[in-house]
């Protein structure tokens, strides 16, 4: 390995990162010395194991992913805004939408989802953490790596080019030379076992840390969401691990799984991938539909209409998922009676689909509406959503996706799933539940002119990518000529684009303006909710959630508690010692080490790579040794942080 | 209220027309052969369900967003109206039935697109192996024994059967016009049947990203009357070059080139569809080395083709256009 093929060199734009790296950083380190907050950061949230700062720092960090996706993505729409355009080489868009794609979905959808799901879930339920509290740390701390160590690809090594699909043999050695790559495969491994982790975390946690008289079909539907995603998480991410380490082993040891040479089989990878990759898209489009859930139950003052069927047409989906990835290439010549089977389970999909949203419309039937932010937003989901569906339905009738197959129809269909619902229900739900996390709410009036800055700019957007589907525009294609007459439509949706871009810094904006200038919340039921979160004393629940465990009798427990005007005031005999796990500053270093061990493998430089691994192991054996049952908080602090006189 | 919603009715009803009345100029929806004939209608007819679909949910949206919206004199709450057995039946059931009817013809589609267009199924089809190597295609005319590289003859009205493989990464084969593509893969040999009505130019291209060079991986297929495919076979046997094994390894080399015409074809040297690693070997024996896209190497490469592309331009141009088919 030379210094050129070690730091990015030779673009402006890349030495301009460089200095704002370096630049951001510096002022981190004077800002944290300068004001001694090196402490309270490793006190209060490195080592944190609570559940809701989990999540706010999933969020954290997917804001921040959104952003460096959105910045891709704008770049994209530039050099696409005009036919012949000279703003990026060929090399460099298939780099910007790689790692675009990968960290959207890897490192924004999901890792936002996760954060909302680690915020609200134990308070929906009733619990005060999760099962596995350092477990929970283990994962966040793996994906927060795995972010990083794919991120920096940008300036050091250079970043993949071969797709966030990776298709071999592309990816391989041959086609894909240098450490580029090996980023998608590391990364994605080391937050792929965080996911994994979180998977099995959430699941227990939701089949045994529920309140008292909380049955199954009792539980709010976003807990309900995020059971079925966790189940799908065990099931597919297994099928991603062993993907990639087949993978790595052909870049890294020369084994021949996908390869061109040794009868590798290319076809393999195509169908090792969207086994795992077409659940992935139900891993991520599943919460959001709780959340939609939640807030158009809230904000229609009515039961979910249909809550069994919401929940059975759940589990269709999470089953029917593992029984279409076929659909993402009917191409490959798998025959008629195949393309068959799979076009009409992945149109099956449809059907549940549609249940779902008739009956979040008739929730809102005989209800009272208001239109609060979240509300504009699952709003707009419904409204931009079946436009997705219905041209997904569309792509699933093989014969024509033949012709719909690697087009611009294909990314303005996902895109209005992805967006329309994972975005929209990512921003519905931070807004939603930004009072139980800060305390406050964001600004109605600002957040109604993101929602409509973000969802016009969609639209135009994305609506003229079907038309240019439909006229032959390749996705993936790095320009093109002025006579294939597809400049207006893109010129129109690099504007879409654009216009989304700005509706993102509004949003930013808010959070800053909000959190200088909104009226802060004095109880914790800050939209008149229905579910067990809202039912906390403070604004923001402490950090054991519940003084006293509450007991659920019903749906809507919170809510009909409310009707009834019997919501249960604690007094001090209902406050016993409460037991809590401890912080850990574990976690954060094992993530350290599997940076080390990534950057190692990603250089194939194996003393690295060892290294890494001693450190990781090292750690785990440290923590099997570490007897630390946690702690208890007493009854005079919880009196206290409750408010409560004795 | 509807003030609100009116952005959404008026931009659905903006798309209906649009659709209805660009439709014509889409490539896709402007199909010149039976295979994208029957793709079309296909596709038309899933955009009237699916247009349906979408009048029906918004019309609902609206209605229940504006009746139910809160305001002072608010009729009709019912707090504990959660399900009815009834509606939600009827709402399993119309999807399916929609479901079905989509069903239907895009098996039948399906079937129908593995053979021979129905038109002309009792003539024998044409065949053409088509390969992919990085970034050019070759396509070999067995039983002509010619060879020709990012172009295409064919004849109109009979059907062509591509034989499609790949020399490296998996392509796509993409005439739209003509009708829907199909993966090329080293190694194994994918089938596609496809065929022109109408005499004239088409354009086709790799649709499955293939790296740095994917975005010109094109070509052109030119339709032309019985005879005259005849002759310009037999006067390319009789004129063109043979293809040599030396040459034939230089196209394994990623990169573009010309349009080629060759009075003999690589199937003597090698099928990719049986030997996958071909075109490794074949980079290996001309001493090739990848090079990682950032290291100075690279870069250097890029601006030495930037210059040897801008060159050819020129020259292109000046010599009026080269295109000599
Ligand atoms: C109504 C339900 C849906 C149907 C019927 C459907 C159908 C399809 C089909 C058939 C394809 C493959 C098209 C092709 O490659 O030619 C596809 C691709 C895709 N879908 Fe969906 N889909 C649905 C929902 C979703 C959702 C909810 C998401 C994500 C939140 C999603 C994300 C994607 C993505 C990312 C791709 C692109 C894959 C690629 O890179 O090739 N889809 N969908
Ligand atoms: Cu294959
Ligand atoms: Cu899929």
Known sequence: MKWDEFFVTGD????????????????????????????WLWTEWLTTVDHKKLGIMYIVSAVLMLFRGGVDALLMRTQLAVPEAKFLDSQHYNEIFTTHGTIMIIFMAMPFLIGIINVVVPLQIGARDVAYPYLNAVSFWTFFIGAMLFNISFVIGGSPSAGWTSYMPLASNELSPGPGQNYYLWGLQIAGIGTLLTGINFLVTILKMRAPGMTLFRMPMFTWSSLVTMVIIIFAFPILTVALALMSFDRLFGSHFFTLQGEGMDMLWANLFWLWGHPEVYIVILPAFGIFSEIISTFSKKTLFGYKAMIWSMLLIAGYSFLVWVHHFFTMGSGAAVNSVFSITTMAIGIPTGVKIFNWLFTMYRGKIQFTTPMLWSLGFIVNFVVGGVTGVMLAMAAADYQYHNTYFLVSHFHYVLIAG?????????????????????????????????????????????????????RRVYTYSEESGWGPLNMVSTLGGFMMGIAFLVLVYNMYYSFR???RETTGDAWDGRTLEWSTPSAMPPFYNFAKIPEVTGLDHFWRQKQAGKVEKLTAKDIKKIHMPSNSGVPFIMGSF????????????????????????????????????????????????????? | MMQRLKPFLTFGLLIAVFMLSGCSDMVVLDPKGPVGEQQKDLIMYSIWFMLFILLVVYALTAFIVYKYRDRKNHKGYDPDNEGSHLLETIWWIIPIII???????????????????????????????????????????????????????????????FKLTSADSMASFWVPQLGGQKYAMAGMETKLYLQ???????????????????????????????????KWASETKADAPELTKEQYDKLMLPGHVKEMTFSSTHLGFVNHADEADYAIKARERLGYEPLIPHSKAAKEKREEEKEKKQQEQEESESHGDSHAH
């Open chain 1, 12 to 39: 402006p734009l890349i030495y301009g990162a460089d200095v704002s790296i370096v630049l951001t950083m510096a002022g981190i380190l004077f800002y944290m010395t300068r004001y001694k907050k090196w402490k």
């Open chain 1, 422 to 474: 994972t975005v929209f229900g990512c921003f519905a739900g931070l807004i939603y539940w930004y009072p139980k996390m800060f305390g406050y709410k964001l600004n109605e009036r600002i957040g109604k002119w993101v929602f409509w800055l973000f969802t016009i700019g969609f639209n135009v957007c994305f609506m003229p990518q079907y038309f240019l589907g439909l006229d032959g525009m390749p």
């Open chain 1, 517 to 519: 200038f909104a009226k």
């Open chain 1, 594 to 646: 599997f940076f080390v061990l990534g950057f190692g493998f990603v250089f194939d430089w194996m003393w690295m790579a060892i290294l890494g691994g001693i450190g990781v192991i090292g750690t785990l054996i440290y923590r099997s040794f570490e007897y630390d049952d946690g702690y208890y908080v007493s009854v005079e602090e919880v009196l206290e942080t409750e408010k409560i006189s004795k």
């Open chain 2, 99 to 161: 479901t079905i009817a989509l069903a239907v013809p895009t098996v039948k589609t399906i079937y129908s697109l593995e053979g021979p267009p129905e038109e002309t199924k009792d003539q024998k089809p044409l065949v053409i192996h088509a390969t992919s190597v990085d970034w050019k295609w070759v396509f070999t005319y067995p039983e002509q024994d010619i060879e020709t590289v990012n172009y295409l003859h064919i004849p109109e009205d009979r059907p062509v059967l």
């Open chain 2, 196 to 230: 022109a009505d109408e005499q004239g130019t088409y354009e086709g291209r790799n649709s499955n990203f293939t790296g740095e060079g994917f975005t010109d991986h094109t070509f052109d297929v030119m339709a032309m009357s019985d005879e005259e495919f005849e």
